[in-house]
Structure formats: C-alpha cells, structure tokens
C-alpha cells in the first residue's frame, strides 16, 4: 500500500485545510514538523500529492459552459494530436480511452457559440476522425478526494490477511 494510516490522516488535513501552515498540520496531528515535512516531500516524491495551488473555477473565470469532447484519431497519430490539445487553452484536461473514441477531452467555454470554435479547432486537425461533444448540465459530484483518502485510511488500519480461505456460509460444504 503506498499510504499508511498516519499519510491518510495527513492527506485528509491538506484536503479539509489546505491553507494551513505546515507547523499547524504538525500540531494538529501530534507529530514534528520535520516528520511532517519527511512524509509530505516522501508523498510528493512518490506522487500521491500530485499539486500544490488554488483550485480555481472556469466559470466563475467567465467559461461557465463544461463539455467533454470524444476525438477520434487517425492511428498511429495519440501523441502528435494530445501536444496538439495541449495548445488549446480551453481544453483543461484530455486523457486517452478505450471505448467510443481514442481520447477524452474536458472543455470549458464563454458559451454554446465559443464552445463550436473550440470544436471546429479540433475538427481542423488532420489526424482528428471525428468528435463528439456531451455538454455538461450541472454537476452532480464535484471533485472529491477524501472518500478515496478516508476509504485507503480504513483499509490501513485493517489487519492484512494470510492466506485464508473464506467462510463457507452456513449449511454448506467447503468445496476443494
């Protein structure tokens, strides 16, 4: 497991506090500072702690309108047309998929007309098949990591098991 019980605590403090102090995060928790310090660099050396910054919120910046764009591209071409997304500022995230499509872009927009420049943008690219669009209604989970962080925190905690073998239910025989 790469988080034990102690990171999880230190993650879900960053994520219910995140403008706290590290000397605040170190009292809070009941630890030093510079064990503080060892396990956020570890964790950041390690990935788990990905940023540090503002979130910031593309619509509140004047880009209210959320779409996720499915591109089709022509084989051989995910490379040249992800560096090619990268150059679209309104694209604020892109992954590659399996399923409908080969990548996954997030999209923000002024407005239905701005997100059409956007897409034709895209459109123009010669190694870009097709698109679709789905345009985002409302959000109905915003980002969130504390589950996650509360989830792995739990399962630290757990007693790892050894090989043995579930219970069978009662009234039945173990099979072999």
């Known amino acids: 497991m790469p ?15 995140p403008r706290t102090s590290v000397r605040e995060y170190a ?6 500072r510079g064990t503080l310090q060892a396990r956020l660099d570890r964790l ?5 702690i990905t940023m540090a910054g503002p979130a910031l919120s593309p619509a509140a910046l004047g880009h209210p309108v959320l779409a996720f764009v499915h591109i089709e591209v022509t084989q ?26 080969d990548l996954l872009a997030r999209v923000v927009a002024r407005d239905a007309a701005h997100l059409e420049d ?12 097709r698109t679709r669009t789905e345009v985002a209604l409302r959000q ?7 589950p ?11 007693p ?7 219970t069978p239910a009662p009234g039945t025989r173990p099979r072999h």
């Open 27 to 32: 009292r809070i928790l009941g630890i030093a």
């Open 44 to 48: 950041e050396r390690d990935g788990v």
């Open 118 to 129: 956007v897409i034709q943008q895209l459109i123009r690219l010669p190694e870009v098949v």
């Open 160 to 166: 790892p098991t050894t090989g043995s073998r579930p």
């Open 3 to 17: 988080v034990d019980a102690l990171d999880t605590r230190i993650l879900r403090l960053l994520l219910e506090q």
């Open 148 to 158: 996650l962080v509360e989830s792995i925190g739990r399962a630290a905690q757990e």
């Open 76 to 101: 051989g071409h995910l490379d040249d047309v992800g560096e090619e997304l990268a150059a679209i500022p309104e694209i604020v995230e892109a992954h590659s998929i399996t399923g409908g499509g």
């Open 140 to 146: 109905r989970v915003p980002h969130r990591l504390l």
